[in-house]
């Protein structure tokens, strides 16, 4: 799978850029503030319906605009058939998604439609960051290959918010509590256990690509599932029944799930450089890709804003030479043009040089 062409209006400094994307590399190059994130973040939003620099597309419309819109042909390899997907955030605040024309119900349809990774300046959080982080990155995966896993998933959040909102209540309806309970168990359980094998499943995959990349020691990836692996949920919810009413809240389940990243037996956050820690970001996206890759038949887009920073030249090339190998769509932003230029030798790619909103090829 890959967009021909990509039309953006609107986003940010972009006013009307049109670009015709290579089926592999994109380089996007140009100077601080020329727009290079914001088409990455343009084409984001066309996969996922919303911003990953902001909650509010307010803020990434144009500001001399009221509404914006991006578009692309996607290219579908596996059916051979070509599709248009576009996205628009209307004057009214309004998000509307359609596929060759026709309207789409949810987020979900895009994420189906248009599969990306996204690596940027605030990717480390995957390491550093809370277990949220880790768990929307795990969710990713089995989203793409356990087709009943977005029905299981909003059964679950809404068992969960019914019960914490039972919890919230003052007085408490001891009943209701442990029938919420009694539907949240089977359901945290079968998260655990789809989540648990894609897992075991990724991280063969990120053990070899982080060995290729060299120097990140030995990765281990361990799955906590949000309450003691020794005891039962059932048995740990009835012990803690008391505590989720003091604290109003659930306190045990799959929400709470997080995976433990080591290498050489450390918290790898703890262990990593900086741009180690980029790197094994890097190993655990593309590892996905190739995981999404082998089980779909399809391979998904990987967006890569500011290539260079903190990689060096060797790894760089390390990355680059494992998304060619993926055969994926890939775009990729920088700064220099010739911090590019050695780097796709020998690898067939489109650059673009971005100069205050504007992008042309060359
Ligand atoms: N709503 C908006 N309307 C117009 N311009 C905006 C809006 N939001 C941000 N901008 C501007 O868009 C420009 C492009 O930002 P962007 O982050 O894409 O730059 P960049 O090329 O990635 O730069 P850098 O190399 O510093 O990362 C910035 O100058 C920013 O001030
Ligand atoms: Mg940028």
Sequence with gaps: MHLSQLDILQVRNLQDVRICCHAGANVIYGSNGSGKTSLLEAIYLLGRGRSFKHRDLRVVVNNHADELVVSARIERHRSNSSHQLGVKRTAQGRFEARLDGKPLQSAVQLVEELPLQLIDAHS???????????????????????????????????????????????????????????ELIPLSEQITSYRKQYLVELTQQAIAVAGRFGGLGVLELEYYQGWDHQRSLEEVMKTDEARDIATAKTNHGAHKADIRIKVDGVAAAERLSRGQIKLLVYALKLAQGMHYQEKVGQSCLFLLDDLPAELDYEHRGQVVSCLNGLGCQYFMTGVD????????????????HMEHGVASVG
Aim: hydrophobic fraction near 45%; proline fraction near 1%.
């Design 124 to 182: 480390f959080t995957l390491l550093e960051g809370g277990p949220l982080q880790r768990r929307q990155f795990l969710d990713w995966g089995v989203f793409h290959v356990e087709h009943g896993y977005t029905v299981l998933w909003r059964r679950f959040q809404k068992a969960l918010k019914q019960r914490n909102q039972l919890l919230r209540h003052g007085r408490m309806d001891a009943e209701s509590l442990r029938a919420w309970t009694a």
């Design 337 to 352: 043009k010739k911090d590019f230029e050695e780097l796709v030798v020998g690898i067939a790619h489109q650059m673009f």
